[in-house]
């Protein structure tokens, strides 16, 4: 599960292997095994590097839930953090509040057609 929570992270924050192999100085190869679970203990050096390499706490990426909600909630934690550290005005926010009740209305629209 540490493999699957690293690849769904990484890929949320838009790293590819190489780059959070470099970041997070590991080699790509040995990142890779973890991913894959070929490394099943990965020391709690080389996790704390990945997770603060993410930005995520090191207990999200030894998360071994296997419940749905736990990652849905992870997501929505992650995208709340991501806006509150990108956010510069009030502007912005009522910018992202259009967009979602835009999202909202066309989703009301293919529901009603």
């Known amino acids: ?26 080699s790509k190869s040995y990142l ?14 080389v996790m704390e590097k990945i997770a603060h390499v993410l930005d995520v ?13 736990a990652t849905e909630d992870r997501e929505w934690t992650l995208f709340v953090k991501d806006l509150k550290e990108n956010l510069t005005s009030k502007e912005q926010l ?5 967009i979602l009740e835009f999202v909202r209305w066309r989703q009301q629209q293919e529901e009603h057609s």
């Not at 929570?5 to 590819?16: D, L, P, Q, V």
């Not at 890779?32 to 050096?45: A, D, M, T, V």
């Not at 009522?94 to 259009?98: D, F, P, S, T």
């Open 1 to 26: 599960m540490i493999g699957k929570n690293i690849i769904a992270i990484r890929k949320e924050k838009g790293f590819t292997l190489s780059e959070l192999a470099e970041r997070a100085g590991v």
């Open 32 to 45: 890779s095994n973890i991913e894959r679970n070929l490394k099943q203990n990965p020391s709690i050096q």
């Open 57 to 69: 706490e090191l207990k999200v990426l030894l998360d071994v839930s296997t419940d749905p909600a």
């Open 94 to 98: 009522h910018e992202y509040k259009l």
